[in-house]
């Protein structure tokens, strides 16, 4: 027996990658403020383990929560490994956005999210773009709920401060083209 | 705007910004997946042994090891991490030896927001079990923050580089050695850009040391820390340090008992919470 296998069949693991792996992509992106490299790091890293667990997947009762998970861990961990400290953002715009573009607001709000630090950009992440609640995401990030609820205003505070009063028209343009 | 109306455009804005990256090939993405999977499955049936982190006034800190430990029922071996604090003199040893490798121009930050942590430098946590110890300190130079890390690596069985981004494809084996030791990985140049110095060397046993330096410090600064004479210090005097776990922290295992092969303290585990334990 090859002792890099898993104990179970591992067929059906392309399929679940197929499945759920643009949606972990898109995750990781927002985790590491567009750092697509450093993105697909992260979702590799996360199937790797996702895939050492695949043959005790019966005790998994959510594969693709649980690969979320592991993905935001995975982030939080490798940031803290890395030494990765939350470092100015260079090319952050000092005055609020206009009406520039789509492609340079989300650049502007990429630039945004990486003043956050690691977990507060996890919190919003979790909770705005995955749309867990406040109690799932405090199980996922191991913080208690009131944590998850204190780092959340906080961190939307600070977005608030850097992007400024641009970052509502930017929603509703956004939310606008969405309903398109 | 009420805070509800913000939360809720923020997700769309959330959303919208998501959606604008294209995911990379699935089929490519799968088959490096698969590759650090059964990498780490393999990693994790070999037994490890945990060593001592760095300790600093009198602080003591972790080291990792993947331990195969038996099912009680069905006599598989799942896999669970141990963390230990070692004894003082380890840390201090490693503490001594790593500021040492430092420019005089380094003035450490205060760490924050990690577990296992003390004044000054922080360390990594136990999560990949890619590395058996590590530390890392923070700190600024010529206005810029400057991170410094040093993991003890368990080496991949096939030989190869052990790395956090095989997906990179850069890094680069060499066999140009340092104070005797082979040095396995010179740099890391992910698609042109630096993204940090590393280097790694083997120690025996299974093991290397890397180190990992940002980007954002001058080359020169490199030179410095790879002073060879430091090397050699830190890298003889490692292996008379390497000692039982006094404080075991076990996470990711269902139902395992884990015996300390050194002392036979066994500590129990139930599906997949931490525990942590303290020698008395």
Redesign the interface.
Known sequence: MN?????AD?ED??VF??AQ??QL???A??LTG?D??L???L??????????K?GQRR?IENPAGYAQTTLV??FI??R??????E?PAEHLRDTPVDDAG??EL?LT??DALRRL?E?DRAV??L???E?RSVQETAAALKLSSGAVRSRCLRA?AR??ELLGAD??E???D??N??SR | MTMNDEQLRLSVVLRETAQSFDPPDLDVLCENAVHRGRRTIVRRRAVGVGIGMLAMAGVALGATAAVTVSHPATGLGPTVTVVTTSKAGLGEYLATSFMALLPAGIKLLPSYDAPLQGEGYRVGGPSTGDWVASASVLGTYQGKNASFDLELVQQATDGSCMTSTPSANSYACTTSTLDGHRLLTEKTIRSGVPVSWRYSWNVGGGKAVELTLNRDLPESVVAKVLTASAWTSVLRGLPAYVDCPSLVQITGAADVVWKCPTTGKTYPTKSNDMYIYQSS
């Not at chain 1, 002792?3 to 104990?7: E, S």
């Not at chain 1, 979702?43 to 050492?52: I, K, P, S």
């Not at chain 1, 803290?80 to 400290?85: E, F």
């Open positions: 002792d890099a296998q898993p104990a591992t693991f392309p990658v197929a792996g643009a992509y898109r995750t992106c927002l567009g697509t490299h993105a697909e790091d979702v590799q890293e996360t199937l790797g383990r996702v895939y050492a695949w005790r861990n995975t961990s490798m803290r490994r890395k030494s990765n400290s470092r789509d492609v989300r709000l990429l630090t977990l919003l992440v909770r705005f773009w749309d939307l977005l608030r970052f509502i930017f929603a509703e956004s939310r083209q969405g």
